[in-house]
């Protein structure tokens, strides 16, 4: 929290933030010379990049997991085919003659 003081009493997790920002904010020209202190600072209190990336992986993973079952339905659908069963492709090994 922005006061300091946390949940059991002590520093919260984003004041070192806070206080990074209020110093740059306190000393700065223009307020957008401390955007960068101000999105660390409100990254620190809401994980919104974090969140994103963390939506982004798991997006990527489902996807990876989705290409792969159809991978592995279209090898199977594939191996379970009637073709060597309708003499189309000859399953059995004819043996090579060789001249001597």
């Known amino acids: 929290?922005?006061?300091g003081?946390?949940?059991n009493?002590?520093?919260g997790r984003c004041f070192q933030f806070w206080q990074e920002f209020n110093k740059c904010y306190a000393n700065a020209d223009f307020p957008q010379q401390c955007l960068s202190e101000r999105d660390d600072y409100l990254e620190c209190l809401h994980h919104t990049k974090e969140y994103a990336r963390i939506t982004r992986i798991k997006a990527e993973?489902?996807?990876?997991a989705e290409l792969r079952l159809k991978a592995k339905k279209s090898s199977s659908a594939a191996a379970?085919?009637?073709l060597p069963r309708l003499n189309i492709i000859d399953?059995?090994?004819q043996p090579v003659e060789t001249k001597a």
């Open 1 to 3: 929290m922005a006061s």
């Open 61 to 64: 993973e489902l996807k990876q």
């Open 5 to 7: 003081f946390g949940y």
């Open 80 to 82: 379970e085919s009637n």
């Open 9 to 11: 009493g002590s520093r």
């Open 91 to 93: 399953t059995a090994q």
